[in-house]
Structure formats: structure tokens, C-alpha cells
């Protein structure tokens, strides 16, 4: 009798895990897509700006170099962000990226990005345009995810120009001037 109600326990269990998994994908979907439903062109702007503002300032040699190779984070972020990492990213870790996001808010999946490039900074840093466009939109699978959320963790949303929200809300509705490095190409 024991051994049938155990087995009933642990099928309940896999059945509510799974209703679980399913209700989180399923609001993350909805989270994602009510995000990029709402979003204009300029809106989206704005948060690239921002972006790229917490980059600079968390990641300096890293911002220079994809300067430097013209890669800009429209590049990767629209797919992230959008997706909210569920392409990305190994499902139990975007699972976990989910459940930040539920706590805290649009910052959280922008905290990400900027864990992820923290993570890879110094294999990005060997890379060339193509190469680094290529890896950041096929991460690794088995990407750890303690040192994901340590990276993420050790990349502070407040900079020179304030908080996340105030710096979003304060960003010109467009991209930064493209400008060209010295004897170089790309934006700078």
C-alpha cells in the first residue's frame, strides 16, 4: 500500500513539476510577447542607448573592442531580450533567468546580458565580427549557471548616470553617432 502511494506521490509530484515548467514558459512567453508588442522603434532605441551605457561602463575593454568590429548590441540583444533568453540559453537556466525577471523587473534581463558578456569577456576579446555575432547568438549549452548568476551578481545597475530606470528614461531616442576609430572602421 505504501509502495502504491509513493508511486502515486512521486507521479502527482512529476505532474505538478511539469504543470510548473509549463505555466513558467508559458508566462514567460506572455511577458515576452505583451514586451515586444509594446515596444516602438524608438522605445527600443532607448533601451540599446541604455544598454550601452551600463556596457561601457561595466565592460570597458569589451565596449571598445565591439566598437571597434561594429558590432552594436542590436546585433544580439533584440533576440535575448525578446525571447527572454529561452533561445539562448540551457531551458533550466533561462527558467532561472525567468524567475529574476518575475522578481525583478526588465533591469534583470538587461543585468543578464551584461553577466553574459562579463562571462565571455575575454573569449570575445579574440574575436572578430563574424566570430563574436556567431557566438553570441549560439551561447554555449553548457554554459554554468552558478557563474552566470555570480556574473550577474558583479555587474551593478547604477552607473555615472544613475539607475537603471533613470538612465533608460534619460537616453536619446536613437542610436549613439557612429564614429570612426582613428585609421579604423566601425562605430567608436
Known sequence: ????????????????????????????????????????????????????????????????????????????????????YSKALPLDVACRVWDVFCRDGEESLFRTALGLLRLYQDVLLQMDFIHMAQFLTRLPPDLPPHLLFSSMASTPMVCSAGRWAQVRNSAPRGPRPVLRPPGGRGRY
Open 1 to 84: 500500500m505504501h509502495a502504491l502511494q509513493a508511486h502515486t506521490g512521486t507521479r502527482t509530484q512529476a505532474r505538478a513539476h511539469t504543470h510548473t515548467n509549463n505555466l513558467s514558459l508559458s508566462l514567460s512567453l506572455s511577458l515576452s510577447l505583451s514586451l515586444s508588442l509594446s515596444l516602438s522603434l524608438s522605445q527600443m532605441l532607448k533601451y540599446f542607448a541604455a544598454f550601452e551605457v551600463f556596457f561601457e561602463e561595466n565592460l570597458p575593454r569589451l565596449f571598445r573592442h565591439f566598437l571597434a568590429n561594429s558590432l552594436t548590441p542590436d546585433l544580439y540583444l533584440i533576440d535575448w531580450i525578446f525571447t527572454l
